[in-house]
């Protein structure tokens, strides 16, 4: 029997956002979303039988709480009552908007089931992953991915492959760790922002023209929706009581800066997550143009840019983390 097993996974980025849940208890998503997988982002695990559980994410020992209900559910599917010493890396910003916990929740799944040595396929990889983060129910399958409202687990819709020339500009406006979970965060513009019904009911009118501007690679159709889906998803987050600002000054800057690339004809759409980050989405023909400005004016932002990635890849024996 293997002792240790690995898993790869890249952050699922939201083009159209889940905010809220229909079940908190099975963490089912109350709106549907639809996101991309970020090819050059990536959390690697590392999972070895232990007699108890521990997580370490970039070197730091985590709260036990926060795996328990994931991990005791795990070892329910997959009918063992192992334990797990667990390694995660991530090689960019941690809990900081850049959707780390769909990747790492995602590469933990797979990394287990490939130590049980079972056949488990992806979409109950994407449900037993659902469980430690609804996005990273998505970051499975890779590509072009749909979670569905109420849904357990994400499907795909087209892989990486299939918009090769889409390209995805991670603006860094602040790398430290966000100030409140997105868990409590949407759990809190649920209970008290009075915009958060009006949010649920147009959500799903958003993502299904989405889905069919994606159909289309129509990226001007796809990003005004992108826009409308983040910009009603923070309108629940100003409201709440207390509001949750997670907005930065160089987030604002950034937002203003597509505004006025839009209107020089560049086809640059931004959109962003519960943290300060601004993500563009563009062509790769305009990619480096739109770089040199973002670094012209704003020196000391650290920009990546990536293209859509595939899913979790994994297997058993060790892995160099
Ligand atoms: O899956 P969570 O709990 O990390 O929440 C993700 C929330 C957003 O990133 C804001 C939106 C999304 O659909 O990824």
């Known amino acids: 029997m293997e002792t240790k097993a690995w898993a790869i996974a890249h952050p699922s980025l939201a083009l159209i956002k889940y905010w809220g849940k229909q079940d908190t208890q099975l963490n089912l998503p109350a709106t549907t979303s639809l996101a991309v997988s970020l090819n050059e982002l990536s959390s690697k695990v590392e999972v070895c039988l232990s007699d108890r559980d521990r997580v370490i994410l970039d070197g730091k020992e985590q709260a036990p709480e926060r795996y328990s209900l994931f991990l005791d559910n795990i070892r329910s599917v997959l009918k063992t009552d192992h334990h797990y010493d667990i390694m995660a890396l991530n090689d960019f910003p941690g809990s900081a908007g850049l959707a780390s916990s769909s990747s790492g929740f995602a590469a933990l799944t797979a990394a287990c089931a490939a130590l049980s040595g079972q056949e488990v396929l992806p979409p109950d990889l994407s449900s037993m992953a659902r469980l430690g983060s609804a996005s990273a129910a998505r970051s499975i399958f890779g590509g072009f991915t749909l979670l569905p409202a109420g849904s357990s687990a994400a499907r795909p819709l087209y892989d990486h492959h299939y918009w090769p020339e889409l390209r995805v500009l991670i603006c860094l406006v602040d790398e430290g760790p966000k100030m409140l979970s997105s868990r409590s965060a949407m759990e809190r513009s649920r209970n008290t922002s009075p915009y958060y019904d009006a949010w649920i009911k147009d959500a799903q009118t958003v993502s299904d023209e989405a889905v069919r501007a994606l159909e289309q690679k129509d990226l001007e159709r796809l990003g005004s929706l992108m826009r409308l889906s983040y910009q009603r998803m923070f309108a629940t987050m100003f409201s709440a009581d207390p509001p949750i600002i997670y907005w930065k000054p160089g987030s604002l800057a950034l937002i203003h800066l597509a505004q006025e690339l839009r209107t020089q004809g560049i086809g640059i759409w931004e959109t962003m997550d ?48």
Do not use: H, N
């Open 274 to 321: 519960a943290g300060p980050q601004v993500k563009y989405f563009c062509l790769d023909q305009d990619t480096k143009r739109i770089k040199a400005l973002i670094e012209a004016r704003f020196p000391e932002m650290k920009v990546l840019v990536s293209r859509p990635g595939p899913g979790v890849s994994y297997g058993t024996g060790k892995l160099s983390l």
